[in-house]
């Protein structure tokens, strides 16, 4: 197997001395720049002295989470517990899912709109690796160990590891050139993990097979990427999910198989470098921009990652040591608006909710005293074969005791994520009003960004009665700024913001709010935003919104966007929901959405107001958007939103 350019393990095992040789090259790194250095860490040369230290840290042999098979306390105690006894039944008759070449080109051939049906049949498989892994090394009868071997062979035979919307000039599947993105990271640490708690029940002959193809499509990738600093595997210095995704997968595959310390040393400190740039991308507040099923997914892997390398060093090397990870770990509290109901904000599908198994490592890890994650049980899933396994093993948080909910009084009324501009209110402890609301500021050049400064979520009990629809279904243009904007989900027009001029917002940097007033009070909460950069309108002199959260009584909030033009234009703003609703007057609407009600006043006053509603869908959830505009054009004037609880 030649691989030009590339580290073979078969040289690695064979001959040490071309295996240093070709270390040193990395380190050296006297290549001139091939990208753009915009990251705020950059594509360095490998630093020599800190993988020094770190292969200090690390022990002899390879590991991975968990423990093999062969080391039975902690698999037999599982089996005992009898949490995985609806696992195993279905396991009996479970059949390995096949690669369909379909399914993977479905997307570029037109049979499909999105590349849902090909990333799910890619993920798919890499969870039935995880699952025949598991059963094997629950039950430890050689029941499963042939279809581990079946199914490991068959992955690493298979053409491409990564998700057919990644694989660009379908070079993966070719074999002209190895991504490391979302999917085939996930690969890698499957395929890792697999080696690693299956042990000696693996094939020698296969075992090799399976390293040569981390090797290949893995490793050798993002060293290269490292010493030629080219276009490709760009993940090292994203700061979105992708940077902290790739580089866990990428990390963990190589403390579970790398048999040399160096190489493993040279790893831990691309993911301890690199991986800052994933925390850059979170606000200075701890604010994450790509909303909380991103958040999930993206710190999700951040702290798996951190666990891979301190288990690996003994500690020595903590990435939760960095300052903002507190911050970052709290956004998940600082983010719930009432009753474990958050707001769809970005590519966040409405109804998400907080990963449990990540908030419960969170709050023990960081002492953040989150009593509802510190308490449950997180054994039993076997959706895959890297944190499922860590959180049911001992890990680092597991001999940590809770730390004392820190969270009363004003934090628990309010947050105020300050440096993005998104305020989250909530009624008292103990008062009649069931109302809390989000309302966010930040920018249009976010992650995962819909055009939405100015949005908000309006819940009431555990309904989302109005507000930010969330996320439709990924389709073959979503991400290409040509079009993105052009559904009405992700532009401005499908949120609850204004329409100025028959304008919506728009996207960039330049489009972000700010505040100009903030008064917080046990009674009520106010804040205003200065919007008007989000709208490229010629004489546009004012745009100010202003949220005004009240407490008392069953609650009430407002808004108010104040206007003003150089000369009389159009103004139109929007209720959204999903609530049943309906016209009761001509400035009123009553929402109903399962047991609650809301009336929803409308005004400007000196105007008078029309309303024009539609149904949008866009392939998920319909909703409605009920436009609420100013009869004729007008210089200045002010439009006023009333949400109030009827029951």
Not at 13 to 41: E, T, W
């Amino acid at each position: 197997m030649k691989r030009k350019h590339f580290i073979q393990v078969n040289q690695l095992r064979l001959l040490p001395a071309i295996k240093m040789v070709l270390i040193a090259l990395f380190l050296i790194g006297n290549v001139p720049l091939a990208i753009s250095q915009n990251a705020p860490y950059p594509l360095k040369p490998l630093d020599a002295k800190r993988i020094a230290e770190i292969k200090n840290m690390l022990s002899e042999q390879p590991k991975g989470f968990g423990d093999p098979i062969s080391k039975r306390e902690t698999w037999d105690k599982l089996l005992k517990s009898g949490k995985y006894e609806r696992f195993l039944r279905g396991m009996k008759n479970y059949a390995f899912p096949p690669f369909s070449k379909k399914d993977y080109f479905s997307l570029s051939n037109g049979t499909e709109t999105s590349s849902g049906a090909g990333l799910t049949m890619m993920r798919k498989r890499a969870e039935g690796l995880s699952k025949v892994t598991w059963a094997e090394c629950l039950e430890n009868k050689d029941r499963y160990t042939a279809q581990v071997e079946a199914g490991l062979r068959d992955i690493i035979n298979q053409k491409s590891w990564v998700s057919p919307r990644s694989d660009h000039g379908f070079k993966n599947y070719n074999g002209v050139a190895y991504s490391v993105e979302l999917t085939s990271s996930l690969y890698a640490h499957t395929i890792a993990q697999t080696l690693y708690m299956m042990g000696d029940k693996i094939s020698s002959k296969l075992r090799t097979e399976a390293i040569n193809a981390l090797y290949l499509k893995i490793f050798n990738p993002v060293l290269e990427k490292i010493r030629a600093q080219n276009k490709e595997n760009s993940f090292l210095t994203e700061t979105n999910n992708w940077n902290h995704v790739c580089l866990a997968g990428l990390v963990g595959a190589a403390l579970a198989t790398i048999d040399n310390k160096d190489e493993r040393a040279t790893f831990v400190a691309i993911g301890e470098y690199y991986s800052k740039n994933g925390l850059s991308g979170f606000g200075e507040d701890g604010y994450c921009g790509e909303g909380i099923i991103y958040y999930n997914y993206g710190f999700g892997h951040y702290a798996m990652l951190r666990e891979s390398i301190w288990q690996a060093t003994g500690g020595k090397v903590d990435l939760f040591s960095d300052p903002k990870v507190q911050k970052i770990a709290r956004y998940v509290p600082n983010l719930e608006i009432i009753n474990n109901v958050y707001p769809a904000f970005s590519d966040c599908r409405e109804g998400a909710t907080p990963d449990t198994e990540l908030m419960s490592y969170l709050s023990r890890s960081l002492k953040l005293g989150l009593i509802r994650y510190d308490t449950l049980s997180i054994t039993g899933k076997t959706s895959d074969n890297r944190r499922t396994l860590m959180m049911a093993f001992p890990n680092s948080s597991t001999s940590l005791k809770p730390g004392k909910t820190d969270r009363k009084d004003a934090s628990s009324l309010r947050f105020f994520f300050d440096h993005t501009g998104v305020l989250v209110c909530r009624p008292a402890a103990g008062s009649s009003s069931n109302m809390g609301v989000v309302l966010k500021g930040g920018n249009n050049n976010e992650s995962h960004n819909h055009n939405d400064i100015g949005s908000y979520t309006v819940v009431q009990g555990n309904q989302t009665m109005a507000g930010d629809p969330g996320v439709i279904p990924y389709t073959a243009n979503i991400f290409d700024p040509k079009y993105r904007y052009t559904y009405k989900t992700i532009s401005s027009f499908g949120h609850p913001v204004p329409l100025i001029a028959d304008s919506t917002q728009r996207p960039g940097a330049q489009a972000r709010s700010k505040t100009t007033h903030s008064n917080f009070t046990p009674e009520k909460d106010e804040v205003t935003l200065d919007i008007s950069s989000a709208y490229n309108v010629p004489g546009l002199k004012k745009l100010e919104r202003t949220m005004v959260y009240n407490r008392q009584g069953s609650g009430s909030v407002t808004f108010e966007d104040v206007f003003e033009y150089t000369e009389a234009k159009k103004f139109e703003t929007a209720v959204v929901t999903r609530s049943v609703w309906k016209q009761v007057s001509d400035s009123t609407l009553l929402l109903t959405r399962n047991d609650q009600k809301m009336l929803v006043t409308f005004s400007s006053p000196g105007n008078k107001l029309s309303l024009r509603s539609e149904e949008i869908t866009e392939g998920g959830p319909v909703y409605a958007r009920i436009g609420i505009f100013i009869d004729k054009p007008i210089v200045a004037g002010r439009m006023i939103i009333t949400y109030k609880p009827q029951n």
